[in-house]
């Protein structure tokens, strides 16, 4: 499990600073993994189905999200505090589940995933991270940042700013594909991407925000 979040992050860092076709190695080595318990295959079919949308391998990232599917099926859906291997979706996964659901424009995974949340300390920012994926899937630009806005300081708090920034730079390119239109709720979204992004030598990060007009 340890190595399965080496790749996944190697990944995303790849990514963050080369593009997400530059991360693809890194995806075919985490495909490649076998054995370990249902929760790990469950989040590992999750970032591959993120990374490879990312990526534009879009017929790749869907087949996971359909693998997905089958994984989450045995295990009862919205279980509350009950820790099941499908309750990553709405914990660690979360982030990934929600990438893949809005560049692949399947919003049923938005559910899927807000019923996973459990009563832990990340969820009022994970249910922050729910409204973003909603309001974008309802063409609302201005919700979703206001959304990402809320939900950044928890996250910030217990080290994973560069998690919720990766979800800020997937919402910009979701968000243009869609033709929406980023005003000024986004000012303060972006300047903190951009900062982060300047420290972490998240070049193409910096050029997704760029082109965005952020």
């Given at each position: 499990?340890?190595?399965?979040?080496?790749?996944?992050?190697?990944?995303?860092?790849?990514?963050?600073?080369?593009?997400?076709a530059a991360a693809l190695p890194t995806y075919v080595e985490l495909a490649s993994l076998s054995g370990g318990d249902a929760g790990a295959s469950i989040g590992t079919k999750a970032s591959l189905a993120a990374g490879l949308a990312e990526a534009g391998?879009?017929?790749?990232?869907?087949?996971?999200?359909?693998?997905?599917?089958d994984l989450i099926a045995p295990f009862r859906p919205g279980a509350g505090d009950l820790d099941t291997p499908r309750s990553v979706l709405g914990g660690s996964a979360l982030i990934?589940?929600?990438?893949?659901?809005?560049?692949?424009?399947?919003?049923?995974?938005i559910g899927i995933a807000e019923a996973e949340i459990r009563r832990a300390s990340l969820a009022p920012s994970n249910r922050q991270a729910v409204a973003v994926a909603r309001a974008?899937?309802?063409?609302?630009?201005?919700?979703?940042?206001?959304?990402?806005?809320?939900?950044?300081?928890?996250?910030?708090?217990?080290?994973?700013?560069?998690?919720?920034?990766?979800?800020?730079i997937a919402c910009v390119?979701?968000?243009?594909?869609?033709?929406?239109?980023?005003r000024d709720g986004w000012a303060q979204v972006a300047m903190r991407a951009r900062t982060f992004g300047e420290r972490a030598g998240a070049k193409w990060w910096l050029k997704v925000l760029e082109d965005a007009g952020l």
């Open positions: 499990m340890v190595y399965r979040w080496a790749l996944i992050f190697r990944a995303c860092v790849i990514a963050a600073r080369e593009g997400p391998q879009l017929d790749e990232a869907r087949g996971h999200l359909l693998a997905l599917v990934d589940v929600l990438i893949a659901a809005g560049i692949l424009r399947e919003p049923q995974w974008l899937a309802a063409g609302d630009a201005e919700a979703c940042a206001r959304a990402l806005e809320a939900g950044y300081s928890l996250y910030e708090h217990v080290g994973f700013a560069g998690m919720w920034h990766r979800y800020t390119r979701i968000a243009s594909a869609q033709g929406l239109v980023l």
